[in-house]
C-alpha cells in the first residue's frame, strides 16, 4: 500500500499536483499515443487525397490552357489585321506559351509533372516581328515606343471588340485617327 501511495504522490508532484490532473495528463497521452501510431494511415490517406486532387487540377489546367491557345490564335489574327490598318502592313504577333517542369506539379497525360499556381500552368509572352523577313521575338525586349503604341492600339481595339463593350466605337474611331498620323 506504501509503494502505491508513494507512486500516487511521485505521479502528482510530477504531473500536476492532483489525482485529476494525472488522470488528465494520462488521457492526453493515449491520446498522443493513438495519434502517432495512427499517423502512417492519415498520410497514406493525404497523400491518395493529394494524387486525385492534383489529377483534377492537371484536367482543368489542360482545359484552361486550350482555350488560352484557342483564344489567343484569334487575337493574334485580330492584332494583326489592326497593325496592318495602322500602317504596319507586314508585322506578324503570336502568343507563346511555356511551361515548366516540377516533379511536385501536376502529372500530365504524358507522365511529366509541370509547375502551376494560380493562374493555371502556362507562362505567357507576347511575340511581334515587326519588320518583313524577321522572326519573332519577345515584345518586351525589341518593340519600339511606336510600335508599343501602335500594338497596344490595336490590343484595345481587339479586346473592345471582343467584350462589345461601347469603347469599342470609340477605339475604331481613335484608330483611324492613328492610321492617318502613323
Do not use: C
Not at 139 to 150: D, F, H, Y
Request: hydrophobic share 40%; proline share 5%; no cysteine.
Amino acid at each position: 500500500m506504501e509503494e502505491r501511495l508513494d507512486l500516487i504522490h511521485s505521479l502528482t508532484r510530477k504531473f500536476g499536483g492532483s489525482i485529476p490532473a494525472v488522470i488528465a495528463y494520462g488521457a492526453e497521452a493515449r491520446k498522443q499515443l493513438e495519434t502517432i501510431t495512427g499517423a502512417a494511415e492519415r498520410i497514406a490517406e493525404l497523400e491518395m487525397q493529394e494524387a486525385k486532387l492534383l489529377e483534377k487540377l492537371a484536367k482543368q489546367g489542360i482545359a484552361l490552357t486550350e482555350k488560352r491557345k484557342s483564344a489567343a490564335a484569334a487575337m493574334s489574327k485580330g492584332i494583326e489585321s489592326e497593325l496592318n490598318d495602322l500602317k504596319m502592313t507586314s508585322a506578324k504577333f503570336r502568343v507563346d506559351f511555356q511551361t515548366k517542369p516540377d516533379p511536385n506539379g501536376a502529372p500530365l497525360p504524358d507522365g511529366t509533372r509541370i509547375a502551376f499556381d494560380q493562374n493555371g500552368f502556362d507562362r505567357v509572352e507576347f511575340l511581334i516581328a515587326p519588320n518583313p523577313g524577321e522572326g519573332l521575338k519577345p515584345l518586351v525586349k525589341i518593340a519600339s515606343g511606336g510600335e508599343t503604341s501602335r500594338l497596344m492600339l490595336g490590343l484595345k481595339n481587339v479586346l473592345a471588340a471582343q467584350t462589345k463593350s461601347p469603347a469599342s466605337s470609340s477605339m475604331r474611331s481613335i484608330r483611324e485617327s492613328a492610321a492617318a498620323w502613323a
